[in-house]
């Protein structure tokens, strides 16, 4: 079965059920690992109602227990949550039959009760698997959005316009809040200034005060030889954004100085900059024309 992960918080969620707390106690001091948040309890119904009522990516869960055994809270689970993973505990092989288990409640691992480097395996075994899923299916939402607003970005016909659209979308969909793009006004549509400009955050400025209250930085910016797309700054990055037609045309600058950006995300959104603006010079350079 396909499981889809219920949030897109990276921390993993493992809940586990044991009717021995020393056991639970020793499980969950073997994981030191902040981007987990493991919650223990010998109480197959709270184990339950906490599944109900919480996200959690990972089930580990002991097999005999009183007064419901493993199999049983399992296949309750089962019944309104189809994607949670889940490890199941014995040490009872005679009396559960893994292969027989693992297709009727759909479990995705075994584990010998009492066997911790087992267990430990097992659980960062899925771990990776639920974090490489998370982030997947995180890309993907992103992608949508990004496909959901690329029809309004080419029914404008006014660079400025551009940056406005483009610049909150990605402020929100890659979580910075301070950003701005700045590009180069080869059209001369900005009442002679060099720059068209849009910022978000601190850089929510006009062009005019951007220049003098970040002159060592826009300074900077201009020394710049766009030879390759990313550059890594003091306190964040700037992508280069450029066209066939005018080797350099601007940037798009993100600060965050532990920002870690996907790059094919990112280079969706540097291309579909450089071909809406391509598309608005065209259009602009057809209409002078008439």
Do not use: W
Request: net charge negative.
């Amino acid at each position: 079965m396909n499981k889809k992960i219920k949030s897109e918080n990276s921390v993993i969620k493992i809940l586990m059920l044991d009717d021995e707390r020393s056991t639970i106690d020793a499980v969950i001091g073997s994981f030191d690992d902040e981007k987990m948040f493991i919650y223990g309890t010998t109480d197959p119904f709270d184990a339950l109602e906490k599944i109900k009522s919480n996200e959690y990516d990972l089930f580990v869960t002991d097999y005999l227990m009183k007064p419901i055994n493993g199999d049983e809270v399992i296949e309750r689970i089962r019944k309104f949550d189809d994607m949670i993973y889940i490890i199941l505990l014995t040490g009872h092989a005679e009396i559960v039959s893994p292969k027989e288990t693992f297709k009727r409640l759909d479990i995705q691992y075994y584990c010998e009760k009492g066997k911790f480097d087992t267990l430990s395996m097992c659980v960062e075994s899925a771990c990776r698997v639920i974090s490489a899923q998370k982030k997947l299916e995180n890309i993907s939402e992103k992608l949508k959005h990004i496909i959901s607003f690329i029809p309004t970005m080419y029914r404008v016909q006014n660079p400025l316009e551009i940056l406005k659209i483009i610049l909150p979308e990605i402020s929100y969909l890659f979580g910075i809040k301070d950003t701005f793009l700045l590009i180069d006004d080869v059209i001369n549509i900005n009442y002679g200034n060099k720059y068209l400009y849009y910022g978000l955050g601190k850089f929510n400025v006009t062009l005019e005060v951007f220049s003098h209250q970040f002159s060592d930085f826009f300074q900077n910016i201009e020394k710049d030889n766009y030879q390759k797309m990313f550059a890594e700054k003091e306190h964040g990055h700037v992508f280069h954004i450029k066209n066939k037609f005018i080797k350099k045309v601007g940037i798009l600058y993100l600060e965050n100085k532990g920002f870690k950006y996907n790059e094919e995300l990112m280079n969706i959104f540097i291309t579909l900059i450089e071909s809406a603006l391509e598309n608005i010079f065209l259009y602009i350079l057809y209409i002078e024309k008439e």
